[in-house]
């Protein structure tokens, strides 16, 4: 069956839903420009619409979605926070018109992980499977990342997630909240697409954050340890919950291991 079959498929059964989040999960960041063109887009937000010099780097950021890292960010400069969030949609706007004008940028430092394009393959040769993108990134930063490492094309078309841009609660002390309403924005939208509705949902993720999200919006969370984050640390974020509710793998490398996990054998 060829992607052009898949795509032509009637979408009247039912699919699994297989979201994934990006930096740390399917692509990570390396050498001295690591996820250079990304930070660029923050601080070239922070000096457009705030008129400061300064950078995400300041904070601690692993697992955070883009708004909330920049109201942290911002609150840590001395903008208070009702200023940073009413400005928030002129600063995504502007750090979305940085990445465009630089869009040839966009895979410096980063690089696919193992096991990533081969099983996004393996999806997408099933005509059952709906694959996208749950992240705290912008949608189309997220996108864009993917399109400059040549792997855009191997997710479920028309294209659709739940993205940084889509929602902003303002909690900086739980991220994992608004990564939870993506998670759910996901599933809702895959509602929309896919006439016979989602079967099963699973939300694959390398941090903490992406575990307590996928099992707050009902999803199996299914983590990997390709981040910064431990076997135990993710673990530990989904302690007490249903057996095989949770799986935690090293990698993305074993396809085969994944599809068992994603009961797609």
Not at 176 to 194: I, M, N, T
Request: net charge negative.
């Amino acid at each position: 069956m060829t992607v052009k079959d898949v795509e032509q498929e009637p979408k009247a059964k039912p699919v699994t839903l297989v979201s994934f989040d990006v930096d740390g999960t399917l692509i990570h960041s390396i050498g001295k420009d690591a996820n250079k063109l990304h930070k660029e887009c923050f601080s070239a937000g922070f000096k457009e619409v705030f008129g400061l010099d300064t950078h995400i780097d300041i904070i601690p950021h692993h697992g955070g979605t883009d708004p909330l890292i920049a109201i942290k960010v911002l609150e840590h400069c001395g903008v208070p926070k009702a200023e940073a969030q009413g400005k928030l949609k002129e600063l995504e706007a502007a750090m979305v018109r940085h990445f465009q004008a630089h869009a040839d940028r966009a895979g410096l430092g980063l690089e696919l992980l193992p096991g990533v394009e081969a099983l996004l393959e393996a999806l997408q040769a099933r005509g059952d499977v709906a694959s996208c993108l749950v992240t705290g990134n912008l949608e189309p930063i997220g996108w864009g990342k993917m399109a400059a490492l040549g792997i855009d094309g191997l997710f479920s078309k028309p294209l659709f997630g739940g993205f940084g841009s889509d929602f902003c609660s303002g909690n900086t002390q739980e991220m994992w909240r608004d990564r939870a309403e993506f998670v759910r924005l996901a599933g809702q939208r895959a509602e929309q697409q896919y006439q016979g509705g989602v079967r099963a949902a699973f939300h694959v993720g390398d941090t903490p954050m992406d575990i307590q999200a996928a099992l707050a919006a009902g999803c199996v969370a299914v983590g990997v340890t390709t981040g910064v984050y431990s076997r135990q640390q993710l673990e530990a974020a989904g302690e007490g919950v249903a057996a095989g509710r949770l799986v935690v793998l090293d990698s993305l490398e074993d396809v085969d291991a994944v599809l068992k996990v994603l009961q797609l054998e």
